[in-house]
Protein backbone atom coordinates (compact mmCIF):
# COMPACT_ATOMS: atom_id res chain seq x y z
CA UNK A 1 0.00 0.00 0.00
CA UNK A 2 3.16 2.45 0.85
CA UNK A 3 4.46 1.36 -2.48
CA UNK A 4 1.54 2.14 -4.66
CA UNK A 5 1.00 5.76 -2.84
CA UNK A 6 4.42 6.73 -3.01
CA UNK A 7 4.68 5.81 -6.43
CA UNK A 8 1.39 8.07 -6.99
CA UNK A 9 3.43 10.85 -5.32
CA UNK A 10 6.11 10.29 -7.73
CA UNK A 11 3.52 10.66 -10.29
CA UNK A 12 2.03 13.66 -9.22
CA UNK A 13 4.93 15.39 -8.70
CA UNK A 14 6.70 14.87 -12.21
CA UNK A 15 3.31 15.82 -13.91
CA UNK A 16 3.42 18.74 -11.84
CA UNK A 17 6.57 19.76 -12.43
CA UNK A 18 5.92 19.26 -16.03
CA UNK A 19 2.75 21.50 -16.59
CA UNK A 20 4.38 23.84 -14.54
CA UNK A 21 7.31 24.29 -16.35
CA UNK A 22 4.98 24.07 -20.12
CA UNK A 23 2.93 26.77 -18.44
CA UNK A 24 5.71 29.01 -17.18
CA UNK A 25 7.18 28.57 -21.01
CA UNK A 26 4.21 30.06 -22.51
CA UNK A 27 2.86 32.75 -20.19
CA UNK A 28 6.02 33.59 -18.19
CA UNK A 29 4.37 33.92 -15.12
CA UNK A 30 4.40 31.42 -12.45
CA UNK A 31 1.75 30.48 -9.81
CA UNK A 32 -1.90 30.34 -10.16
CA UNK A 33 -1.52 32.93 -13.15
CA UNK A 34 -2.24 29.77 -16.10
CA UNK A 35 -5.10 28.49 -13.65
CA UNK A 36 -6.92 32.25 -13.79
CA UNK A 37 -6.97 32.73 -17.24
CA UNK A 38 -8.33 28.82 -17.99
CA UNK A 39 -10.80 30.01 -15.41
CA UNK A 40 -12.12 32.60 -16.63
CA UNK A 41 -12.61 31.03 -19.99
CA UNK A 42 -14.53 28.80 -18.41
CA UNK A 43 -17.29 31.57 -16.93
CA UNK A 44 -16.47 34.61 -18.76
CA UNK A 45 -17.52 37.62 -16.31
CA UNK A 46 -16.54 35.70 -13.09
CA UNK A 47 -16.25 37.93 -10.45
CA UNK A 48 -12.65 38.44 -8.41
CA UNK A 49 -14.43 37.09 -5.29
CA UNK A 50 -15.58 34.00 -7.08
CA UNK A 51 -12.18 33.35 -9.17
CA UNK A 52 -10.01 34.26 -5.33
CA UNK A 53 -12.02 31.21 -4.34
CA UNK A 54 -11.28 28.61 -7.09
CA UNK A 55 -7.58 29.74 -7.07
CA UNK A 56 -7.66 29.49 -3.29
CA UNK A 57 -6.04 32.97 -3.05
CA UNK A 58 -6.58 35.88 -0.67
CA UNK A 59 -8.15 39.25 -2.44
CA UNK A 60 -5.58 41.14 -2.91
CA UNK A 61 -3.41 38.51 -3.96
CA UNK A 62 -5.89 38.05 -6.94
CA UNK A 63 -6.38 41.83 -7.55
CA UNK A 64 -2.73 41.72 -7.86
CA UNK A 65 -2.71 38.60 -10.52
CA UNK A 66 -5.62 40.51 -12.59
CA UNK A 67 -3.62 43.21 -12.45
CA UNK A 68 -0.21 41.74 -13.70
CA UNK A 69 -2.76 39.66 -16.59
CA UNK A 70 -4.66 42.83 -17.38
CA UNK A 71 -1.24 44.82 -18.05
CA UNK A 72 -0.22 41.73 -20.26
CA UNK A 73 -3.64 41.88 -22.48
CA UNK A 74 -4.67 38.86 -21.77
CA UNK A 75 -8.19 39.52 -19.16
CA UNK A 76 -9.79 43.00 -18.94
CA UNK A 77 -12.13 43.95 -16.52
CA UNK A 78 -15.74 45.21 -17.40
CA UNK A 79 -18.45 46.32 -15.27
CA UNK A 80 -20.76 43.81 -13.93
CA UNK A 81 -24.56 43.52 -14.95
CA UNK A 82 -25.12 44.37 -11.36
CA UNK A 83 -22.92 47.72 -11.58
CA UNK A 84 -21.45 47.25 -8.29
CA UNK A 85 -18.57 44.36 -9.20
CA UNK A 86 -16.13 43.63 -11.90
CA UNK A 87 -16.40 40.94 -14.31
CA UNK A 88 -13.78 39.34 -15.83
CA UNK A 89 -13.09 38.79 -19.45
CA UNK A 90 -10.35 37.24 -21.45
CA UNK A 91 -9.17 39.50 -24.02
CA UNK A 92 -8.40 37.90 -27.74
CA UNK A 93 -4.97 37.18 -26.82
CA UNK A 94 -5.96 35.78 -23.58
CA UNK A 95 -8.27 33.37 -25.66
CA UNK A 96 -5.28 32.04 -27.67
CA UNK A 97 -2.90 31.71 -24.95
CA UNK A 98 -5.62 29.53 -22.74
CA UNK A 99 -6.10 27.41 -25.94
CA UNK A 100 -2.37 26.81 -25.74
CA UNK A 101 -2.11 26.10 -22.38
CA UNK A 102 -4.65 23.49 -22.34
CA UNK A 103 -3.12 21.69 -25.70
CA UNK A 104 -0.06 21.74 -23.83
CA UNK A 105 -1.41 20.49 -20.46
CA UNK A 106 -3.16 17.98 -22.11
CA UNK A 107 -0.29 16.85 -24.52
CA UNK A 108 1.75 16.72 -21.51
CA UNK A 109 -0.45 13.95 -19.69
CA UNK A 110 -1.50 11.88 -22.56
CA UNK A 111 2.15 11.25 -23.20
CA UNK A 112 2.05 9.70 -19.80
CA UNK A 113 -0.17 7.44 -20.84
CA UNK A 114 0.90 6.39 -24.19
CA UNK A 115 2.58 3.57 -23.35
CA UNK A 116 -0.50 1.59 -21.82
CA UNK A 117 -3.26 -0.16 -23.84
CA UNK A 118 -6.57 1.06 -24.48
CA UNK A 119 -7.84 -1.37 -22.02
CA UNK A 120 -5.09 -0.10 -19.21
CA UNK A 121 -6.08 3.42 -19.60
CA UNK A 122 -9.49 2.28 -19.69
CA UNK A 123 -9.09 0.75 -15.88
CA UNK A 124 -6.66 3.72 -15.02
CA UNK A 125 -9.42 5.99 -15.80
CA UNK A 126 -12.30 4.48 -13.71
CA UNK A 127 -9.18 3.78 -11.08
CA UNK A 128 -8.82 7.66 -11.04
CA UNK A 129 -12.45 8.93 -11.38
CA UNK A 130 -12.91 6.40 -8.05
CA UNK A 131 -9.90 8.31 -6.10
CA UNK A 132 -10.75 12.08 -7.33
CA UNK A 133 -14.56 11.82 -5.90
CA UNK A 134 -13.61 11.07 -2.26
CA UNK A 135 -11.60 14.26 -2.50
CA UNK A 136 -13.33 17.40 -2.50
CA UNK A 137 -14.51 18.48 1.28
CA UNK A 138 -16.52 21.49 -0.24
CA UNK A 139 -18.47 22.63 -3.51
CA UNK A 140 -15.53 24.80 -4.26
CA UNK A 141 -12.90 22.63 -3.78
CA UNK A 142 -14.45 20.83 -7.03
CA UNK A 143 -13.74 23.74 -8.79
CA UNK A 144 -10.43 24.00 -7.34
CA UNK A 145 -9.20 20.59 -8.44
CA UNK A 146 -10.29 20.80 -12.16
CA UNK A 147 -9.09 24.97 -12.37
CA UNK A 148 -7.52 23.13 -14.98
CA UNK A 149 -9.31 21.13 -16.96
CA UNK A 150 -10.15 20.44 -20.16
CA UNK A 151 -13.59 19.71 -19.30
CA UNK A 152 -14.45 18.61 -22.70
CA UNK A 153 -12.42 15.28 -22.18
CA UNK A 154 -14.46 14.24 -18.80
CA UNK A 155 -17.86 14.25 -20.02
CA UNK A 156 -18.84 12.39 -16.89
CA UNK A 157 -16.57 13.88 -14.40
CA UNK A 158 -16.49 12.12 -10.95
CA UNK A 159 -16.36 15.58 -9.16
CA UNK A 160 -18.11 18.25 -11.33
CA UNK A 161 -18.99 21.16 -9.40
CA UNK A 162 -21.91 23.77 -9.32
CA UNK A 163 -20.47 26.70 -7.16
CA UNK A 164 -19.59 28.61 -10.30
Sequence with gaps: MKSTANLLGALTIALTDRIRGSTQKLLERAGESSAAIVVIGYVP???VELLRQVLGLSHPGTVRLIDRLSDDHYVERRKAKDGRAVALHLTTAGTGLRAGL??????????????????????????????????????????????????????DCPIRGNAI
Design 102 to 155: MDSRIEILENAVEFLRSDEREMLGHLLSKILVTLPETEMDKHHICRLCLTTACP
Design 45 to 47: GIS
